[in-house]
């Protein structure tokens, strides 16, 4: 295992802008581009290969951009780990993230990281201190402490490319959300709502006053590795295989699995920032152990130079829907237990995951991922569209994984850094803290505490890691 001194001394290696891979030193990125040139294969290693993180190794190898010399998951002789190793026959394989890196980081200068929510924060930080380009999934960590962290090391470390895997972020929604906002189409906005009411992988017994009592742990699993430096838990299946999401102790719920792709582009080119007030209207179900059935948060962001101040209010739950403006679509039925008038708001009967932004002016309808924004109602559309004012905008661009390799390669900027997605984890932070009190919280963007709640104030930060962890938080 990497040891503290290790550890310490890669970090300031790397931050010198060289890269440490075991005995060997290498130029950085940009240099090293020059001399071998931008089609050469990276060399990546997963972690994290079963479920989702045997869509994100597929999807980089249909890039046809990366070589795979190094495999780790906690649980590598279970069936869901199989495909990729199948698929990856000579990388070598490992259980612990540390091992790999103590054996095999001379082999690898990326890592995608696929890991539960909460484990994201350690592969992360010992990726970037040994010098490796990361990839890894969102939201960047479980705390606001944690994320504040990851933005240190990465700003550290100019040299390595990071990018969060909302990849949303490369797709129609990006590009077009950047070019209407740089027209002036999308401007003054002062309300934005989101949703997300799919079915989830969910706990749903919420009179729950412990943990779940302890199971025999699967033959193949590490349990010790899977926990990394989250306090113990005795394994329990309610824990496993995507589980984790649902309970606080692993996960960030639905706005921390989803906000990244509804709320992106929206925190980015709008430039909320942080909010100065996060209330919990909505919460059922409400206990201290896991996510509630349904959430209706309200943010709110001050005034951004010449912006106004916006309310962002996000729904989730399977029947925790919003009211949806007049015009919004013949694809959406009204409640038939909502007193529906026409030409005035109404809720739903079903609802796809997205987003309503309401300007001065425009009304604005938006899926999730990178789904491009309409115009709503469709008569407005159509007026915008004969006046000319819409600016065309280009659907290009490479994918979020080819955007990450070019970055390395030095041809592109990723566009999810965590310089960008730093600030939208930290957000989904604020809102979790919130709702796991269920009380109202205001925080001080400048010196970025919550000032009315010492409790809310403190899981900012969190319990203390494990021993034999505490290196990880150290920039």
């Not at 802008?17 to 050469?40: C, E, H, P, W």
């Not at 113990?232 to 589980?243: F, Q, S, V």
């Not at 909502?338 to 309808?365: C, D, H, M, N, W």
């Not at 505490?449 to 403190?458: G, T």
Request: aromatic share 12%.
């Amino acid at each position: 295992m990497a040891t503290r001194r290790e550890f310490l001394k890669n970090t300031a290696l790397a931050g010198a802008g060289l890269v440490f891979t075991g005995a060997s030193t290498k130029v950085n990125a940009a240099s090293y581009n020059r001399i071998v040139g931008a089609n050469r294969k990276i060399n990546i290693a997963h972690v994290g290969i079963g479920n989702r993180g045997r869509q994100i190794a597929n999807s980089f190898d249909s890039t046809e951009m990366v070589n795979v010399t190094a495999l780790c998951d906690v649980d590598m002789g279970a069936e869901h780990t199989q495909e990729v190793m199948n698929n990856h026959p000579n990388a070598r394989r490992f259980q612990d993230f540390r091992e790999m890196f103590d054996k095999a980081s001379r082999e690898f200068e990326a890592v995608s990281i696929n890991t539960p929510d909460f484990s994201h924060f350690p592969v992360t930080m010992q990726s970037i201190a040994f010098g490796k380009h990361v990839f890894v999934e969102k939201p960047l960590a479980r705390t606001f402490f944690e994320v504040d962290l990851m933005e240190k090391i990465a700003k550290k470390h100019p040299n390595v490319v990071t990018q969060m895997v909302n990849q949303g972020h490369s797709g129609d929604n990006y590009h077009q959300f950047r070019a209407w906002k740089e027209a002036g189409i999308i401007r003054d906005v002062t309300k934005i709502t989101a949703h997300m009411n799919r079915w989830r992988f969910w706990r749903e017994d919420t009179d729950i006053y412990r943990f779940p009592r302890e199971q025999p742990t699967p033959d193949t699993l590490d349990w010790d590795a899977w926990l990394a430096q989250s306090p113990w838990h005795d394994y329990n299946e309610d824990y496993h295989l995507g589980r984790w999401r649902s309970w606080y102790s692993f996960g960030m719920g639905t706005l921390g699995d989803w906000g990244a792709h509804i709320i992106d582009t929206v925190h980015r080119f709008l430039d909320l920032g942080m909010p100065v007030e996060v209330n919990p209207l909505r919460i059922d179900g409400h206990n201290d152990f896991f996510f509630p059935m349904a959430v209706t948060m309200e943010l709110k962001f001050p005034r951004r130079g010449d912006m106004p101040p916006v309310d962002l209010t996000w729904y989730d739950g399977r029947t925790n829907f919003p009211l949806l403006p007049p015009g919004y679509g013949d694809d959406v039925e009204p409640d038939p237990n909502f007193a529906f008038v026409p030409g005035q708001p109404f809720r739903p009967a079903r609802l796809s995951p997205g987003k309503i932004i309401y300007s001065k002016e425009l009304t604005f309808r938006g899926g999730s991922h990178s789904s491009a924004l309409t115009i709503i109602p469709e008569e407005k559309a159509r007026e915008m569209e004969r006046s000319g004012r819409l600016p065309d905008w280009e659907r290009r661009g490479s994918n979020h994984f080819r955007n990450f390799l070019f970055a390395i390669h030095g041809q592109e900027e990723a566009r999810s850094k965590f310089e960008v997605a730093g600030p939208l984890s930290k957000v989904f932070c604020l809102a979790v803290v919130s709702q796991r009190l269920n009380r109202s919280i205001r925080f001080d963007r400048n010196t970025e505490q919550i000032i009315n709640d010492p409790i809310a104030n403190a899981l900012l930060v969190g319990p203390p890691p494990r021993r034999g962890w505490e290196d990880y938080y150290i920039v």
